[in-house]
Structures are given as C-alpha cells and as structure tokens.
C-alpha cells in the first residue's frame, strides 16, 4: 500500500497562485490531482502519464501545471486562480500504466491523500 500526503493548501485571493505538492511513500506511475468542492462531484484536474505526458481539464488549462519531482514526488502549480477553484484537492496515484493523453477516471487511481483545502476568495 503507498501512502500519499498533500500539503500546500491555503486561502488565497483571485488571482494568486498555490503550489500543492504530494509525497508517496513508494515509486508509482500515474499521477494526478482531483478538486471536489462542496455539493459536486469528485474531478480530475490534471495528470502525469506513466510516459510522463500530461493533460489538464478544460478549466485549469493555461492556469495549472502538473510536475514531477521524481517517481514518489509531483506538485500542481495553480497560477490566476479563481473563486470556481475553490475546492478541497486530491492527489492521486497509481501504479498501472496511463497514457497521459486523458485525464482518467477515479477508479484508474488506487492510491489517495487525505485532501488539502483551497480557498479561492473575491
């Protein structure tokens, strides 16, 4: 089992930016982010495919980054943030292979954090 912990969440103002790093406690292949604010659903964000090509959703595209560090290490760095970001963040990780091309579905991660929370305020 990999353990995998989150930190750099915060409150920002419109505009600002955040960088969320994650830690996995094993190597894994496959790594994301997900948001899910209150009332919604659980989304992907951003992912980093075993061949290390990445893909964003539509609403972070040109605004959030994805990186590795290495095989245990990734950070998502979120420039121009918005209030719509607003949501508490998910790493997540996996150990089968991705493509990167698409943003996969929760269930192609086996692997989560416990959550960071990102408060994007007007």
């Known amino acids: 089992q990999v353990q995998l912990v989150e930190s750099g969440g915060n409150s920002v103002q419109a505009g600002g930016s955040l960088r969320l790093s994650c830690a996995a406690s094993g190597y894994v292949t496959c790594m994301g982010w997900f948001r899910q604010a209150p009332g919604k659903e659980r989304e992907g964000v951003a992912v980093?495919?075993?061949?290390?090509?990445v893909t964003y959703a539509t609403s972070v595209r040109g605004r959030f980054t994805i990186s590795k560090v290495n095989s245990n290490n990734w950070y998502l760095q979120m420039n121009s943030l918005k209030t719509e970001d607003t949501a508490m963040y998910y790493c997540?990780?996996?150990?089968?292979?991705?493509?990167?091309?698409?943003?996969?579905?929760?269930?192609?991660?086996?692997?989560w954090g416990q959550g960071t929370q990102v408060t994007v305020s007007s």
């Open positions: 980093i495919g075993t061949t290390s090509r």
């Open positions: 997540a990780a996996g150990r089968s292979y991705c493509s990167g091309d698409v943003l996969p579905s929760r269930t192609a991660f086996g692997f």
